[in-house]
């Protein structure tokens, strides 16, 4: 979407009119049918439902201190009046024939309507025209624009605006705004990072309006070096006459993060022209002069004030960039630690990080997924509560005093955190099991002092919403020995009365479960404190899902479809798909409350963290669904959709046959080939003979889930693991899937694939892979676009947090359009390419919205790729990558590492994150000499021991100069 620009328009200011005589109403609902524009690059959400979902929030302002000097300037007061003013809202915008420019704001402003059509002017200029007592208003007035597409939907101003109470001193006030794009770059660095990690001048009081005042001009500056300042010039002598030796200096205004100047211009020409600067504070010379066509203002003839909120300041830099880690919170390895990375880690990860001059530490989910207490538990993205911290990451050497430390019971425990510490890697059922012993401990002494300070019962009463179903959940968990609420007698859904039986009769196992979310809470906001203190930015990680069996779940049945399991089809990873086993969204059922659940879940993120990743952010377009009876990822489809409806089937000239196209098609051809010498065993234990020739699965093991469970009670080896991958591959030979409402279906994933299809004929074939085409990549989109703009709205439109959005595996092209509506960053990995016609995205050629890496944490790192990777693939990422013409060398060693990470440096991305294996591999010295231990996950294995950790400490790599010199080189070099 292009901004849109100021133009030389002399006509506008023309036809403003100050006199009350000749006032215009404001009824018009015209729509220029001239305008033109690229109409791709407009939004299109969805139209709100009704008026009152758009009402914005009313911040309250406080009142500004009175002036202590009875010689200075009279300020505009707001005591009540009995006179009228008459106020125009201007939005330069461009629109589309059809479209129009909206208004929503409170009652104050626009009466008994809270979303009111504007006005079309002229020249791209929409207003709206009103006139409001000044008596009845005690605050601000907050407003937003929106444009209504032509579809009805609606996309929203990113920046809700507002008309300062002071200004209603006057008897006519005109608003000139710019749309504000969430896509603009300049956004971002109002996100939550950047009020630590840019320095802005908060020391200069703003002058306030007084009688005399006639224009304030108002621009937005993302990024500024320490030196400089922001000015304007104009035409007007008082303005400098655009003499760059000669301007008008602007001051920071912190409350609305804007450069604000006031002006008397009422003694000058009608027409203004006026362009915004940056100036360096030393030298007092103008060094930046804004691109574009001149701004322009008026004077006004009689008492008023005109406002100019100007938006951004057209400047082509960027600005900053910064470099940072992704590390999973486990992984830290301290000389302190008990075997796992814990909160204190943080700090101590963050001097490593301060002293080299990375800005960012990326973290893994830190969530609680205790539910069986073994290695399963490990897995960091299946959480029982999206909102409880996992007590594993506890900091026991902060928790207990030093004088505690020596009581024999507890130094008998500590003693063994060494052996732990020295393992290379984690072992989780033994340290969660140490850990626990000593959170008891803990427990025990200090109980009586902390449930009864202040600080706790604020803690649990702000957090009791969620707080008491996890205690609940938590004690019910280890009193039935599972996690799975569906056999818990009476409390198979919670309650507050069953909470309160339970915090009757087991009150410290309640407690014990408030103490330690009390002192997870205290201890990361420790850790926050300090990353903040050293510049770092803490990014935290939404999963897409929660553990079936979850707190979440058993609290909020109705929001979750435990019918369906979360997954992902084939992809870059594994062949067969992926089942994470999660229940799908009920996001009808979620907008019902305007999603509260993701809003309080955002909420209690932001306490913590400056930016998030959202994992797998396709699933708010649609989720890959598997039906709860199957296995395997290729069984499921895209919810929600546009099914087939089986009409379809005779417009596209297929002939449709349920059982030829829904059912495993198995003949012999195909289980010869399959299971070769076990043919009779397969066909007189599993399968029964159709009267066609053709085999089906007998009742007892006719859906995946079965033929699991079979196996699940044979003894595991290869030639039982062989038999049952066979045996689920043979029930995904379809090619369509049912959808649960009858007469709809859905196609299998690349069903073309199968041998199923191979059987058919060839015509048969061509139309099937016709309709295939279609179903995946043409009908949906634009039903997907609308979906993933409306849900992923309104989980941004919660938070100030950075937003980043894992945007990886099968990309719908209309993912990217709503990411950057919404000004959410993308994830390009350099051996993932968007583009299916190259085998990897280029750092170099990535937009400025991204987070750009050579790995994540479901990849092999740089050198366990390439040691693995076949000399085709080497050879071709060495010459078009690394852009070298000399013999590609068969080992990865550190020259190869350091260049990939050079390369990602100078992308022009935002963000460049590499994980901590890469960054040790940069130094032949300092690279893991165990290579498989390097590994975080294996997408393609379904119960993956998540148990990586650093092979150095922290402490050990703070004194490697050699590799710490690299990086802060690589990092200036790059201007990162």
Known sequence: MKKASPKNDKKVEDKIVTSTENKKKATSTKVSPQIVTDKENIAKPKEPKAAKEKKPSVVKVKKTEKPTSSKREAIVKTKTTSYKVRLILELQYHTNPGESIWITSSGLLLGDSVLKQMVYHDNDHWRLELELDPSQIKEDIPYRYHIKNTDGSFQDDYEEKRISLKSLKFPFLFIRDFWSYAGYHENVYYKKPFDFLIQRDLSVKIKDLTTTTTHVFQVKVAYLKPNEGVCVIGSEPFLGAWDNKDFQKLQYDSKSRVWKGLFNLKDFSSHIKYKYGIYNKDTNELVALENGDNRNSFSLYEKGLVVQNDGFIRLDEKGWKGAGLNIPLFSIRSEKDFGIGDLGSIKTIVDWMSSVGLKLLQLLPINDTTVSKTWKDSYPYSSISVFALHPIYIDLDALFSDEDKQKTSIKTLFDQKENLNSLSQLDYESVYKLKWQLVVEAYKLYKKETVASSDFKIFVKKNENWLKAYAAFSVLRDEYGNANYEEWKDATQYSDAIFDQLFKSKKDKILICFYVQYILSKQLLDAVQYAHDNQIVLKGDIPIGVDRHSADVWQYPTLFNTTMQAGAPPDYFTKDGQNWGFPTYEWDEMEKDNYSWWSSRLSNMSQYFDAIRIDHILGFFRIWSIPEEQVQGILGYFQPCIPIEESEFLEWNIPFRYNRYC??????????????????????????????????????????????????????????????????????????????????????????????????????????????????????????????????????????????????????????????????????????????????????????????????????????????????????????????????????????????????????????????????????TTANPLLEEDIINRPEVAHFYWRYRMHLSVEKLLKEERLNGKIKNLLQLSSR
């Not at 093991?701 to 469970?709: L, N």
């Not at 309709?771 to 043409?778: A, G, I, P, T």
Request: charged share 20%.
């Open 663 to 924: 059912k495993p098609f198995i003949n012999d051809s195909i289980l010869n080939e399959t299971f070769g010498d076990m043919v009779d065993y397969i066909k007189s234990e599993y399968l029964q003979l159709e009267s066609d020739g053709t085999y089906s699965f007998i009742p007892a093991f006719d859906t995946q889930k079965k033929i699991k469970a079979q196996f699940d009670n044979f003894e595991y080896n290869a030639h039982n693991d062989w038999m049952q991958k066979s045996l689920l591959g043979l029930m995904a030979n379809v090619l369509f899937i049912p959808d649960k409402i009858h007469g709809k279906y859905h196609c299998r994933f690349v069903l073309y694939e199968t041998s199923s299809y191979a059987h058919l004929d060839d015509w048969e074939k061509k139309q099937l892979y016709y309709l295939y085409l279609n179903y995946y990549f043409e009908r949906q989109n634009d039903f997907w676009k609308k979906i993933g703009y409306k849900q992923l709205s309104a989980i941004t439109s919660a938070t100030d947090m950075m937003i980043c959005g894992e945007d990886l595996g099968m990309v719908p092209h209309t993912v990217p359009i709503v990411m950057d509506q919404l000004g959410v960053l993308g994830l390009k990995v350099q051996r993932m390419a968007s583009d299916i016609s190259t085998h990897f995205t280029n750092p170099l050629h990535v937009g400025f919205l991204n987070i750009v890496t050579p790995t994540t944490h479901d990849m092999p790192p740089i050198r366990n790729w390439w040691n693995g990777e076949s000399v085709t693939i080497k050879e071709l990422f060495y010459k078009t990558q690394l852009l070298d013409k000399g013999l590609t060398p068969a080992i990865c060693d550190e020259y190869i590492v350091s260049q990939v990470v050079f390369n990602h440096l100078q992308s022009p991305a935002l963000w460049s994150v590499f994980l901590i294996q890469d960054i040790l591999a940069m130094d032949n």
